[in-house]
């Protein structure tokens, strides 16, 4: 038992703090230490209801992290309740439920390109879904199903380049860009 219990804290990275009083450690070693007694019992999957509510961005953080580890390096399922769409967006498969019932059931890609319909439930998108959203209800034309910063960076500046806006350089005033004429009108 001594043997599981010292390689499930070193697989949620919190060994070094084993002789630590729990009033001492922070809200996110905390919830590692409930982690790794789940872990130490071997289970094939762990249901998580709102493990990082009360953390800071760190510790939700580093909470995450090792949700991740164990699903990557372990085979561990993880069922993830959470309403933070951004950890929601990390996950393999997103299931949406209001009253009760499934509304959506897929990839996060999927899931929150439908940034309507989930706010009609209440619920929030990743910060890169609600900007695509809003360019997409201004009728321009771009990717519904974009969900990180590198693919809303990539899809923003296809978008300009195609528009003929040119990045601004930090030594240039916003005045001196050159800007499309009124009359460009994009297509959806």
């Given at each position: 038992?001594?043997?599981?219990?010292?390689?499930?804290?070193?697989?949620?990275?919190?060994?070094?703090?084993?002789?630590?009083?729990?009033?001492?450690?922070?809200?996110?070693?905390?919830?590692?230490?409930?982690?790794?007694?789940?872990?130490?019992?071997?289970?094939?999957?762990?249901?998580?209801?709102?493990?990082?509510?009360?953390?800071?961005?760190?510790?939700?953080?580093?909470?995450?992290?090792?949700?991740?580890?164990?699903?990557?390096?372990?085979?561990?399922?993880?069922?993830?309740?959470?309403?933070?769409?951004?950890?929601?967006?990390?996950?393999?498969?997103?299931v949406v439920m209001d009253s009760g019932k499934v509304i959506f059931d897929d990839t996060p890609k999927k899931v929150f390109s439908h940034?309507?319909?989930?706010?009609?439930?209440?619920?929030?998108?990743?910060?890169?879904?609600?900007?695509?959203?809003?360019?997409?209800?201004?009728?321009?034309?771009?990717?519904?199903?974009?969900?990180?910063?590198?693919?809303?960076?990539?899809?923003?500046?296809?978008?300009?380049?195609?528009?003929?806006?040119?990045?601004?350089?930090?030594?240039?005033?916003?005045?001196?860009?050159?800007?499309?004429?009124?009359?460009?009108?994009?297509?959806?």
């Amino acid at each position: 038992m001594r043997q599981r219990v010292d390689r499930a804290l070193m697989d949620v990275g919190i060994y070094e703090y084993k002789k630590h009083a729990p009033h001492r450690l922070s809200g996110g070693q905390k919830q590692r230490v409930a982690i790794a007694g789940i872990i130490a019992m071997r289970p094939r999957c762990i249901v998580l209801d709102e493990p990082t509510a009360m953390l800071d961005p760190r510790g939700r953080r580093e909470v995450m992290d090792t949700i991740k580890k164990l699903n990557r390096e372990y085979g561990i399922t993880i069922v993830l309740i959470t309403h933070y769409m951004d950890e929601a967006a990390q996950c393999d498969r997103i299931v949406v439920m209001d009253s009760g019932k499934v509304i959506f059931d897929d990839t996060p890609k999927k899931v929150f390109s439908h940034v309507r319909e989930l706010k009609t439930v209440g619920l929030d998108v990743p910060q890169t879904s609600e900007l695509i959203y809003e360019f997409l209800k201004e009728g321009y034309n771009l990717p519904k199903d974009v969900l990180t910063e590198d693919e809303c960076i990539k899809a923003i500046t296809t978008l300009f380049r195609r528009k003929g806006i040119r990045p601004v350089k930090p030594e240039e005033s916003a005045s001196e860009q050159t800007l499309p004429s009124e009359n460009t009108q994009e297509s959806v």
